[in-house]
């Protein structure tokens, strides 16, 4: 158990649609990433937070958006969905800071777009 | 941007042989990291080398940071079933992932 929690685990939804994906960091953990990975794909970096701002961001589509609340959970909104967004997305946390160090990582939410 | 390669992609071997996969980055990197990631399963860190031609081992596995700070390299000695998954190599701030090389280990 690496103490992030990301909920639904499952999430089959029709195309056109929007879905919230939740994510709560170990408990200490100021930073919060979101990855994707798709079939046979590696893991694409969407962006990132730490401590409520937003630090960095990756290929993260226009239809998809992120937030990092006061307590420091983390949700990320996908919207107009299509097709090629099911995949599997991950949250991770650290402590932050530069380096990054060590990324604890969810179980994962499976997206299925129908 | 940033992108970090990694191969190979695939690599199957017998139970006993070595197994390395590499890591090269487009620019230099802060940091590197290495997570592994069952099938089915989520990332698990492994290492994290910040130093120029840094070396750490880790029982059977041995990471190495290039001088340059662009390359790493993953190796394991004498594979073994547990082995078998998937290896990331991670870089810089933004901890952007290689696309990974798949390890079967065949009994």
């Known amino acids: 158990d ?8 499952h999430l089959i939804t029709a195309t056109g649609q929007r879905v919230t994906l939740r994510c709560s960091p170990r408990s200490g953990d100021l930073s919060v990433y979101w990855y994707q990975q ?3 794909q590696g893991l694409q970096f969407l962006i990132q937070y730490y401590n409520g701002e937003e630090r960095a961001k990756g290929n993260i589509l226009e239809r998809f958006s992120a937030q ?3 307590d420091l959970h983390s949700e990320l909104n996908l919207s ?3 097709l090629g ?3 599997l997305y991950f949250c991770a946390s650290s402590v932050g800071g530069s380096p990054p160090g060590e990324l604890f990582f969810g179980e994962g939410s499976r997206l299925t777009v129908l | 941007g940033q992108q970090v390669m990694q191969i190979p ?5 017998q139970e ?3 197994f390395t996969t590499y890591c090269n980055s487009s620019t230099t990197l802060s940091n590197i990291q290495w997570y592994k990631q069952r099938p089915g399963g989520h990332p698990v860190f492994l290492i994290q080398l910040v130093k120029s031609g840094e070396v750490k081992k880790q029982k059977r596995l041995t990471f190495q940071f290039g001088e340059a700070k662009k390359n790493s390299s993953l190796h394991i000695t004498a594979t073994q079933t547990t082995d078998v998954g998937t290896y990331f190599c991670a870089g810089g701030g933004k901890l952007i992932f290689g696309q990974g090389t798949e390890l079967s280990v065949k009994p």
């Open chain 1, 2 to 9: 690496s103490g992030v929690t990301q909920t639904p685990k």
């Open chain 1, 38 to 40: 798709s079939l046979d």
């Open chain 1, 68 to 70: 990092q609340f006061p």
């Open chain 1, 80 to 82: 107009s969905l299509e």
């Open chain 1, 85 to 87: 967004d099911s995949a």
């Open chain 2, 9 to 13: 992609q695939y690599q199957h071997v």
């Open chain 2, 16 to 18: 006993g042989e070595d």
